[in-house]
């Protein structure tokens, strides 16, 4: 099926009040699916868990923060089980389970508990993070902190390692399984330096395990992709700039390429998109983004716009001072 079928098919679904890629009674069509949402506590990952959630899904939710203990990141009020019941909300069931996925006997812990509980696992969403705090931007590799750099490498690429070495052996015991490695830009964008050493590395490394994984995966019959936003609005980032999600825009006086923003729904969307796609195999060892996936299944941001944020911000890096419309990329 090709990309303009898909958009197609997935329209006709959606008037018909179904989701893309139910058809045909498989037993691991969006409503019967398990997913773990590695990384679910805010932002991308929280939407991830949230729109897996309203196929229907059963979603793990594993991460640091809960309402007894809070994380490096110091973001009390985002729990792990609020992401739980925001997932049971939308109308599947949302399990949280704390574990710090640096520590293996933990994400094992948490795997075993699915294979307890249901024997398989459809959907690995690999989003571990945390490390905004740690960036440093207008410094030389020479000048940065080498145990922030360390820390980044640690959360990005160690912890995304051990959780696919932990979660892998019950994802790959049934044909179908969909691996997601959640990063900061794709493949294109990657030519462009990201204005720190180990910032730039760390994001660069799930788009080279997915390269790897394409090729081990097929082989048993799964899929693996990585996958970014565009200019996300996290919660973060609306406190960076001291907005909210109401007065998102207000913040582009202060950085006019936050005129592309996108909300978390939207990549979870994209998650959600590529989970309910049964003909998904096609996009094995691809850098997606959620702007690039918009187009092909049809699905918008909370506000109906379709932002494609990185064609955007590389018109907006090579226009050199010139007007560039965010409004002709949305």
Same mark, same amino acid.
């Given at each position: ?10 329209? !006709?679904?959606?008037? =018909?009040?179904? #989701? ?7 037993? /691991? +069509?969006?409503?019967? %699916? &398990? @997913? ?55 109308? !599947?069931?949302?399990? =949280?389970?704390? #574990? ?7 994400? /094992? +812990?948490?795997?075993? %508990? &699915? @294979? ?215």
């Amino acid at each position: 099926m090709d990309e303009e079928a898909v958009k197609n098919s997935a329209a !006709g679904d959606e008037a =018909a009040g179904t #989701a893309p890629g139910t058809a045909g009674g498989d037993s /691991r +069509a969006p409503a019967g %699916r &398990i @997913a773990l949402v590695a990384g679910a506590t805010r932002g991308a990952g929280r939407q991830m868990a949230v729109q897996l959630g309203a196929l229907g899904a059963t979603v793990y939710a594993t991460g640091r923060t809960t309402r007894d203990r809070v994380s490096e990141v110091g973001r009390a009020t985002e729990t792990i089980e609020e992401t739980a019941e925001l997932v049971t909300a939308a109308g !599947g069931t949302g399990v =949280a389970l704390p #574990a710090d996925h640096l520590d293996p006997a933990q994400v /094992r +812990a948490v795997v075993e %508990r &699915i @294979a307890a509980d249901h024997g398989r696992l459809d959907v690995l969403v690999d989003d571990i993070w945390g490390g905004e705090p740690l960036v440093e931007f207008g410094k030389r590799a020479w000048e940065l902190d080498l145990g922030k750099g360390l820390r980044m490498l640690d959360l990005g690429v160690r912890g995304h390692l051990i959780t696919l070495r932990e979660a892998l052996p019950l994802l790959v015991r049934h044909e179908g399984g969909l691996v997601i490695e959640v990063t900061d830009g794709t493949e294109e964008s990657g030519e462009h330096y990201r204005g720190n050493l180990f910032y730039d590395l760390t994001k660069q490394a799930p788009i080279r395990m997915v390269k790897g994984l394409a090729r081990e995966l097929a082989g048993v019959g799964c899929t693996a992709v990585s996958l970014t936003p565009g200019f996300l609005r996290s919660e973060w980032m609306l406190d960076h700039f001291g907005v909210r999600e109401e007065n998102w825009r207000d913040a582009v006086a202060r950085e006019p390429a936050f005129a592309i923003a996108e909300s978390p729904v939207y990549v979870g969307r994209a998650v959600a998109a590529l989970a309910a796609d049964e003909d998904r195999h096609r996009w094995n060892g691809r850098s997606l983004s959620s702007g690039q996936l918009a187009k092909v299944y049809g699905f918008t941001d909370t506000d109906g716009s379709a932002p494609d944020a990185w064609p955007y911000i590389e018109a907006l890096t090579a226009a050199d001072g010139a007007t560039v419309d965010a409004r002709d990329y949305r």
